[in-house]
C-alpha cells in the first residue's frame, strides 16, 4: 500500500469535501431564511402534520447534502490519487501519514453516523407525517354544519395534532404513530398505551396536559368553562380494552365514533363557536 498516495489524495479530497459541506449547510441555512415566509402568508393555514411536512422537507435535505458531500468526496480522492497528490507528503515521518489516516477515518465515521441517523429519522418522520395527514383528511371529510378541523395547534403544554370545533362540542385529536402488525390491537391501561406487539408503555401524560391547557385558553377566549374531549387516533390499530373515560381510543376505520361521545353539556352556542374558530384561524396561520 502506498501510504503517501492515500495520504495526499485524502487529505486534497477531505478538505475539499469540509469546505463544500460549509457551504452547502449555509445555503441551506440561507434559503430556509429567506424562504420561510410564504406569499399570502395570511391567507395560509397549517395543513394537517405540517410540522412533520416540515421537519421531512428538512431530513430531506440534509440527507442530500450528506450524501452529496461523500460523492464529492470519492470523486476528489480519486482524481488526487490519479494525478500523484502524494508529493505533498513526500519526506514526512510515517506516523503523521498514519495520524492523517485516523483523523481521516474519525470523519467519515462521524459523517457515516449524520447520515444514517438522518436516513433513521427521515423515515419514522415520514411515517408520523403520513398518519397525521391521514387523520387529519378523515376529519375534513366528516365534519359537517359548520364544524371545522385545525391542525397543529400550539399550546403552551405542547401541539394538538388537530382541534375540531363546532356547535356539537370541542375535540382534541392526537395521533399516535406506532408501527403495527396485522393483527396487531391496542388498549389503554390507566394512563398508558398498551401495544400488543410491544412491551413498552405509551405514557398520555403529555396528551392529558396539551388537553387541559387547551380547554383553560378556550375558556379565556369565551369567558366561561368549556369541556374539550381527548381523542387518540391510532392509525392502523384495533383498539381494545378502554378503562379510561377521559380519552378515546380510535384508528382509522372508527374515526367518526367521536361524534356520538359527548352529552349535551358538550353543545356550544353560535357565537362561541365562532369565537374559538376567529381565533384558531388566526393562531394557526403560517407565520
Known sequence: MNLEAISGAATVALTSTIVFMIIAKSWNAISRTISSTPSFSDRIMHEAA?????????????????????????????AAYILRAQELFIGYPVWQLYLQLGFLCLVTGYATFRLVNTVIAKRQVKFVRDAN???GHQLQQITTNGTRVFHDVATTAGVIDHVVVGQNGLYAVNVVAHRSS?????????NVLQFSNSKIEYPIVDIAA?????????????GHTVRVRSVIAL???KIG??????????????????YGWKDESDCLMNEDVHALQKDLTASCIIS
Not at 435535505?61 to 480522492?77: A, D, E, H, I, R
Not at 396485522?182 to 390507566?190: A, D, E, L, S, Y
Open 182 to 190: 396485522k393483527q396487531g390491537h391496542v388498549r389503554m391501561n390507566g
Open 241 to 258: 380494552e378502554q378503562l379510561n373515560d377521559e380519552h378515546l381510543l380510535v384508528c382509522q376505520n372508527t374515526l367518526s365514533m367521536f
Open 50 to 78: 405540517q410540522r412533520f411536512r416540515d421537519e421531512l422537507e428538512r431530513l430531506t435535505s440534509s440527507q442530500s447534502t450528506y450524501l452529496s458531500g461523500v460523492l464529492v468526496f470519492v470523486m476528489l480522492f480519486i
Open 235 to 237: 392509525p392502523g390499530w
Open 210 to 222: 396539551k388537553t387541559t391547557r387547551l380547554a383553560r385558553d378556550f375558556r379565556k377566549i369565551v
Open 133 to 135: 395527514i391521514a387523520i
